[in-house]
């Protein structure tokens, strides 16, 4: 399927080797943001009969639990631009009645089907958050909410900060990073993300924070080896040889150990809750 929009550097992202990393990851995942789901599930608060649309649904972890709580009779659809995580995602819902779309959710041609619109930490790369943002608005229903949760300050989520701090000597120069630009962390200013959704029409704007963790691994070793696989570290990383990530999971390992608790190595995170309604 080809999809051509703003977002092209996302898409080809996702599609590729990423893509399919996390697509791999989807169990080690699920057990990093088990505390961060259960949040934003309770945030979120689907009820029975409701019809949800999960954006950026990945491998549909969160869009399983919503089919959960919405019943079979309603409408579940999850969306993402990522094939080899939608792959899985279909794999997991086996027969169970629930749609998956591959599309760019800044674009797509929505109709206003939905009571709900959800998103776990899939609505921070668009190329233009406020058009991206008008758009899933025209998939509520007149009053229909939408309720995502996304990462706060880098700095606050020592999850990211430490591993990459940790291993900073041994990675190649870095360009200072553009705190708006498309990413993980382009929503840590609440007032600018209250802006951007209420320049799109949303009423009734909050953000709330939560401060959590990141279950990253039983080990501190797991959770080196897991930084260079996934998130900053593992961007910062992607050119080096094996010689020197093997150097960087010693420094990782070391670093992480100050995380270590006896459910495994948990670092800080802290995200915002964030509501609004069509």
């Given at each position: 399927?080809t ?12 599609n590729?080797?990423a893509?399919?990393r996390?697509a ?10 088990l505390?961060?789901?259960a ?19 990945g ?9 959960d ?32 779309i ?8 929505f ?16 190329a ?28 606050d ?13 041994l990675?190649?120069a870095?360009?200072?990073?553009d705190?708006?630009a ?7 200013d ?9 320049r ?5 704007v909050t ?6 963790v ?11 080896q ?6 900053p ?11 020197t ?6 420094r ?6 100050r ?13 915002w ?6």
């Open positions: 399927m999809i051509v929009s703003a977002n092209q550097d996302q898409i080809d992202y996702w590729g080797p893509g399919q996390w791999e990851a989807q169990e080690s995942l699920d057990k990093n943001l505390s961060i789901s949040a934003l599930l309770s945030f979120v608060g689907v009820k029975t009969g409701e019809s949800v649309l999960d954006v950026g649904c491998c549909a972890t969160t869009t399983l639990a919503y089919a709580a919405a019943g079979r009779d309603a409408r579940v659809m999850g969306v993402d631009i990522s094939g080899p995580m939608l792959s899985l995602a279909r794999k997991r819902a086996g027969s169970r009645p629930i749609e998956f591959q599309a760019d959710a800044s674009t797509h041609p109709k206003p089907e939905f009571d709900v619109v959800a998103s776990r930490f899939g609505v921070m790369f668009f233009d958050p406020g058009s991206a943002f008008a758009n899933i608005r025209k998939a509520l229903k007149p009053g229909g909410r939408l309720r995502f949760v996304c990462w706060r300050a880098m700095m989520n020592q999850w990211a900060t430490v591993p990459l701090m940790a291993a900073r000597d990675l190649p870095q360009e200072p990073p705190p708006n498309p990413g993980p962390f382009a929503f840590a609440s007032a600018r993300l209250k802006a951007i959704l209420e799109a029409g949303f009423k009734n953000a709330e924070k939560l401060d959590s990141m279950n990253m691994a039983p080990t501190a070793r797991e959770a080196a897991f930084s260079l696989g996934i998130g570290l593992a961007r910062a990383s992607a050119e080096c040889d094996d010689a990530k093997a150097k960087i999971v010693v990782v390992t070391e670093a992480m150990k995380f270590e608790t006896d459910d495994g190595v948990a670092p800080p995170a802290a995200c809750l964030v509501g609004a309604s069509a």
